[in-house]
DNA sequence: TTGTAAGCGTTATCAA
DNA sequence: TTGATAACGCTTACAA
């Protein structure tokens, strides 16, 4: 900056009015400072301006792992809300674990992150002790609740999946098993999609079976074809299926085709997120579709907000939905 | 950290030799100070240490689009990798486009990461005009060629296409289809997996078919699709298809299907990438499968080490492949 | 309209 | 073994 200064025969403080625009400064002096800059090939080093502002200009997004296609798909949402009002995004993993959620939040912090997005899966308002002051910008995205401590980007858990449930029902199925998490008891993803599961079949008169209720360890790939093969081995009476997500469902689509079972002639699914892969599936998968973009485009809008005016009161969204209904409940 | 200094009754720097692990601070010296430490609850300024130091302890990577699984998968071994050496990655969409990729260079530099790991599909060496000097670390990751300009981790591009088409032929198939990119002019990906099948039937004594070339616009599902409907169409008898990628190879599949040909039956099919969910689709997907980690580890490995040593010579890395067979040839 | 001085929070250097 | 000083490159506040 000095070398431009010299070059241009002005002090440092007009290069520096120069680049970020600021009025007075005469037309005939910004040109010698603009070709000052251009000769030299001068760059402004963002790490002096972020130690003077205390801005970094970064998001971090904290994601269980981002090569769920789930996950890529909100990473890529996100990064370019986030462009378009001049933020880059630094991704964090946390493998689905609450340490890495915590880690996460520390290192946001450490690195100074002007705000982070964090899809958490485990961390919830039990864990209130381990979770920082409310004076950091955090927007909580998806699925634990946290008691309004946060700003929360929420699914339509549960009005999605009564709508899932219900189709399946108007299809005319009546032993309809769900695949989903295993910690049905916190106030989170499982446990929404599963109330808007029997929110449905008792709207429409029919008994829940606990014996329908398929557990995973993991929303994987894996754990959703082997919950298909015990579904399949069970030699219980299955007409319908509601996976928890479509990851879990193309697990199941393959889960039950290795067991000869056709769907949807067999056994119709659902699943839940809408990712790129379902619509082509073989069968193409029938599922709750909420609106991605919507919800990346609030998440970055209530960071980049809250960085502005830190104290504000959080709010809670619910992202709107779609049922797209394709061949495996046709 | 002045406060943390007060706080233990000694100077910034010995606070700094203190946090930096830093040999000469006597041990009584260093417990008051990580006591003061602890109850101030003092840290780094990561800001003014890049400030200092010159170094920004970030990685950029950039992809075409995060969320097609292979470059999922790719990010996610990347931020591992460089986790394990102490630095973060910032994630860059460069859309496929060569001016995105050049946008991610200029980005990279400005932001002052330490290095990127660019994988790059459409800039070239035609392109060195608009090429940044060699002095920035800079990995080449995946397909085109650059001519010795920078290091670059590549896939086993001819080898791997060569041993699927074979194995199509000993399959039993004679009229084998490739649906591949449509810029076979120059050195990249496409061009060398089309070598790869040419090369293959040449061995075996097979004569290449130009009808039975089918191009894409872009490596994406709905491509494939389209190409699959084409080929389907065309009233070419086929028994065999080697697609570009996995993702294409999934779009392939939904096509024929469309059209109601059956795989392996109809139609034997081979991809390219290994993605996570070759294994679950139905049919399961026969593929090349690069080792994955392998060439994150080394993209990361030599952009870390040409942050310390910037003028190293430039190296060329082709990663191990293995070929999976699965039901799509069977 | 332009310039000067001070300071953001570190760390390298050298002196004590 | 510890400390004083200057410097990294920029911007805020104020003076000219």
């Not at 630094?90 to 290192?107: L, R, S, W, Y």
């Not at 995205?141 to 929420?154: P, T, Y």
Request: glycine residues 8%; proline residues 4%; neutral net charge.
């Amino acid at each position: 900056m000095s070398d431009v200064a010299r070059l241009a025969g002005v002090s440092k403080m007009t290069v520096s009015n120069v680049i970020n625009n600021r009025p007075g400064v005469s037309d005939q002096v910004r040109h010698r400072v603009l070709e000052a800059i251009r000769q030299s090939g001068y760059r402004v080093n963002v790490s002096a301006r972020t130690l003077k502002s205390g801005r970094t200009g970064v998001i971090g997004l904290a994601v269980p792992e981002i090569d769920r296609p789930y996950f890529g798909q909100l990473a890529a949402h996100v990064i370019d809300q986030a462009r378009q009002r001049g933020f880059h995004v630094a991704i964090e993993q946390t493998g689905a674990a609450a340490a890495g959620e915590i880690d996460a939040i520390a290192h946001s912090r450490t690195l100074h992150f002007d705000g982070l997005i964090l899809s958490a899966v485990e961390l919830d308002r039990t864990e209130d002790q381990r979770l920082p002051d409310a004076d950091y910008p955090i927007v909580m995205l998806g699925e634990q609740d946290f008691g309004g401590r946060f700003d929360h980007v929420a699914m339509p858990n549960e009005e999605g999946t009564k709508a899932a449930t219900a189709h399946l029902i108007d299809r005319g199925c009546r032993r309809i098993a769900i695949i989903t998490g295993n910690s049905l008891d916190g106030v989170n993803v499982v446990t929404r999609r599963y109330r808007g599961y029997l929110a449905a079949l008792t709207e429409r008169g029919l008994d829940a079976d606990p014996a329908l209720l398929f557990t995973l360890d993991a929303m994987t790939l894996d754990e959703g074809r082997a919950a298909a093969h015990r579904l399949a081995d069970s030699g219980r009476e299955v007409d319908g299926v509601v996976a928890v997500t479509d990851t879990v469902a193309q697990g199941v689509l393959r889960g039950l085709a290795d067991r000869g079972l056709r769907v949807p002639d067999d056994i119709r699914l659902v699943g839940f997120d809408d990712i790129p892969e379902s619509k082509f599936m073989v069968p193409s998968l029938s599922t709750v579709a909420p609106d991605h973009r919507w919800m990346a485009a609030k998440a970055v809008e209530l960071v980049t907000r809250r960085v502005r005016a830190p104290l504000r009161q959080p709010g809670e969204y619910t992202a709107p939905f779609e049922l797209l209904l394709r061949e495996s409940t046709r």
